[in-house]
T-cell receptor, first 117, second 116 residues
Framework: GAVVSQHPSWVICKSGTSVKIECRSL??????MFWYRQFPKQSLMLMAT?????????EQGVEKDKFLINHASLTLSTLTVTSAHPEDSSFYIC?????????????FGPGTRLTVT | GENVEQHPSTLSVQEGDSAVIKCTYS??????FPWYKQELGKRPQLIID?????GEKKDQRIAVTLNKTAKHFSLHITETQPEDSAVYFC?????FGGGSQGNLIFGKGTKLSVKP
């Protein structure tokens, strides 16, 4: 149990275009989902936290108009990188916490590698 | 906000030796301390966690200790094997509830190399 998927696993896009990444909890209802960004040889940096049906809470320094997060249902959250630039190239990882399942543990998706050319 | 410091950044040991990674945190309200193993290009994998109502937890070759007074926790791996080679991250969280979303704040990571 506690499986989280992401799609796509990798994507290459041109500078100025937008890219949408999906994060799904496959066997549980995710009341809270988290989005992280990880640059090469660095740690995971929390970008934002989202709860189903409400606006995401962004970490300081993360542009909410550039990184659009929609937590439309208890099993799906999407991250859209708008007007992507080469500096947005990174490994994006989502995680999910499942309601009454556990107040602590997060279940991570496999990540999406974004390359902006 | 929470700040997690992790040391060392790299650690090289001989197969069979022990490895110890240490983390400190700043938020006294943090009460959940997981450790993750991440292989290149893969998702972080939870290997062990500890909650603030215990001081030590062990799972086969892996153990974690927590000192809430000093605000530090450590990962101990005994009888290391080449397949233990990876990047290890510690993290801290308040857990969900009481206004907290359960955000994880990660340390910068330790690259562990186990030489056969």
């Amino acid at each position: 149990g506690a499986v989280v998927s992401q799609h796509p696993s990798w994507v290459i896009c041109k500078s100025g275009t937008s890219v949408k990444i999906e994060c799904r909890s496959l066997d549980f209802q995710a009341t809270t989902m988290f989005w992280y960004r990880q640059f090469p040889k660095q740690s995971l940096m929390l970008m934002a936290t989202s709860n189903e049906g409400s606006k995401a809470t962004y970490e300081q320094g993360v542009e909410k108009d550039k990184f659009l997060i929609n937590h439309a249902s208890l099993t799906l959250s999407t991250l859209t990188v708008t007007s992507a630039h080469p500096e947005d190239s990174s490994f994006y990882i989502c995680s999910a916490r499942g309601g009454e399942r556990d107040l602590y543990e997060q279940y991570f998706g496999p990540g999406t590698r974004l390359t902006v050319t | 906000g929470e700040n997690v410091e992790q040391h060392p950044s790299t650690l090289s040991v001989q197969e069979g030796d022990s490895a110890v990674i240490k983390c400190t945190y700043s938020d006294s309200a943090s009460n959940y301390f997981p450790w993750y193993k991440q292989e290149l290009g893969k998702r972080p994998q939870l290997i062990i966690d500890i909650r603030s109502n215990v001081g030590e937890k062990k799972d086969q070759r892996i153990a974690v200790t927590l000192n809430k007074t000093a605000k530090h926790f450590s990962l101990h791996i005994t009888e290391t094997q080449p397949e233990d080679s990876a990047v290890y991250f510690c993290a801290a969280s308040r857990g969900f509830g009481g206004g907290s979303q359960g955000n994880l704040i990660f340390g910068k990571g330790t690259k562990l190399s186990v030489k056969p």
